[in-house]
């Protein structure tokens, strides 16, 4: 029985996503962030060194970084389904994208992530306007740029495709959910980018995503 260690809402959801697509059974042994830090419990750290979401036993391994979980399950329960044949114009850029969507996409919406806290988190009145500066400068000049770049070029790849690696739905669009559900929260992605928008109205129709959600429980990334 495949083991997936589910923190709340966090990339381990796509996990549950992908073996509800499968239809692989599994068990979900799940965690609570730290309501104030939202950092994973040290149990976490007990299954892998790095203490981080998704990790999943699969056969008695420990498997963690979720785009190695997402390309090992479907590679292994697949079947062939949700990985384009070798060879294919589809199977390159669908390992594109599962390299694109936490080595490109998500540095960044992280890095909004940590400024706002910064500009808006608790801290000593005197160093407040200073803090606020530098996160408003960080943000402006770098990180905000980078979002709406990598925004822009996902929206203009669904322009002659509905899925990220071609016609068919692969696990790549398992992998890519992640980053563009965090960007509708906190990297300004709206109606202005339609594809988009789209894109993430078909999957979270999908009766495997609703069941992941079910299983998952509290998924705030959610919109
Ligand atoms: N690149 C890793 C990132 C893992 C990661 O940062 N997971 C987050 C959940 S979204 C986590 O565990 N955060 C809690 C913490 O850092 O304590 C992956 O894709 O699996």
Redesign the pocket.
Known sequence: MIIVHH?NN???QRVLWLLEELGVPYEVKRYQ?DRKT???PPE?RAVHPL????VIEDDGQVL????AIVEHLAERYGDGRLVPPAGTPERLRYRYWMHFA?GTA?PPLLLKLLFDRVETGPMPFFARPVARAIARRAKGSYIQPNIDRNLDFMESELRDRDWFAGGAFSAADVQMSFPLEAAVLRGGLDAKRPRLMDFLERIHARPAYRRAIDKGGEYALLR
């Open positions: 923190l966090s990339r381990s962030r939202m950092l994973a976490l203490g981080k979401s998704p963690a970084e979720s785009g936490e998500q």
